[in-house]
């Protein structure tokens, strides 16, 4: 239950490799292998994630970077749930069910939360 809240707390505050990574983490803990390879994808996108919002590049090879990471974040979370939901449902149910409504209520800009927001050009 606390790392189910520790991810709930990251995904409030729209740190989406923090919660990626708490979410490897209950893949870890499933004890299954489709947890453990759900673990590496949320790790590699989470890896990705915060590289390319740290990184001098702001450019479209980072939006590329991060919409492969979400790709693949969004395999690796399935693949969690689905070993979620062979040992514990209920924390399994609330953790997926939680990180859901954050980002529904982070108006769907999950992908561009960590980037840097630029002013367009006038014209």
């Known amino acids: 239950p606390v790392l189910i809240v520790g991810v709930w707390h990251a995904a409030a505050l729209a740190r989406w490799p923090l919660a990626a990574a708490g979410a490897a983490l209950l ?3 499933s004890l299954a292998a489709a947890g453990a390879t759900g673990a590496g ?15 001098a590049l702001r450019d ?8 492969v990471a979400w790709v693949a974040g969004a395999w690796g979370g399935l693949l969690v749930v689905e070993a ?4 514990e449902v209920v ?13 529904i209520a982070s108006g769907g800009q999950a ?7 630029t ?5």
Not at 41 to 55: F, K
Not at 84 to 87: A, D, K
Not at 91 to 103: C, D, E, K, S
Not at 119 to 123: D, K, L, N, Q
């Open 84 to 87: 979620g939901l062979r040992g």
């Open 119 to 123: 002013p367009a050009p006038r014209a």
């Open 27 to 29: 893949g870890v803990v």
């Open 91 to 103: 924390y399994t149910v609330f953790g997926a069910l939680g990180i859901a409504l954050m980002v």
């Open 41 to 55: 994808w949320l790790l590699g996108s989470a890896l990705v994630l915060e590289l390319s919002s740290v990184a």
């Open 60 to 67: 479209g090879r980072a939006r590329v970077a991060q919409a």
């Open 111 to 117: 992908m561009i939360a960590s980037a840097s927001s």
